[in-house]
């Protein structure tokens, strides 16, 4: 059974940052590029990062400069180092193991459940 779960999540100050952590069970990471999304409640899940198999790293341009995704292929984790956090991008935060395909495209296959991440002062 494939399961993916994220972690790093809590509650930031305006400027602090936070590494989310995707580790997978059932699933070899490496295998598939995996992306990081974002939801608020009423608004669609949007895309933050694509990082592809062999480590390349797209963004949003909304968190350009101030994320950056990372891989341990050999631990079967996915990182998402955030800095410079602002309260807008308070979310639930989501990692996919996505389908080959455009780089720098993720379009996710197996969905982790979530965490929560809030910038508030």
């Known amino acids: 059974q494939v399961q993916l779960v994220e972690s790093g999540g809590g509650l930031v100050q305006p400027g602090g940052s936070l590494r989310l952590s995707c580790s997978g069970s059932?699933?070899?990471?490496?295998?598939?590029?995996v992306g990081w999304f974002r939801q608020v409640p009423g608004k669609e899940r949007e895309s933050v990062a694509c990082i592809s198999v062999d480590g390349d790293a797209y963004y949003a341009a909304s968190v350009k400069g101030r994320f950056t995704a990372s891989r341990d292929n050999a631990k079967n984790i996915a990182y998402l180092q955030m800095d410079n956090l602002k309260p807008e991008d308070t979310a639930v935060y989501y990692c996919a193991a996505a389908y080959p395909g455009v780089r720098g495209v993720c379009a996710p296959r197996y969905w982790g459940l979530g965490t929560q991440v809030t910038v508030s002062p």
């Open positions: 059932g699933v070899t990471l490496d295998n598939y590029p």
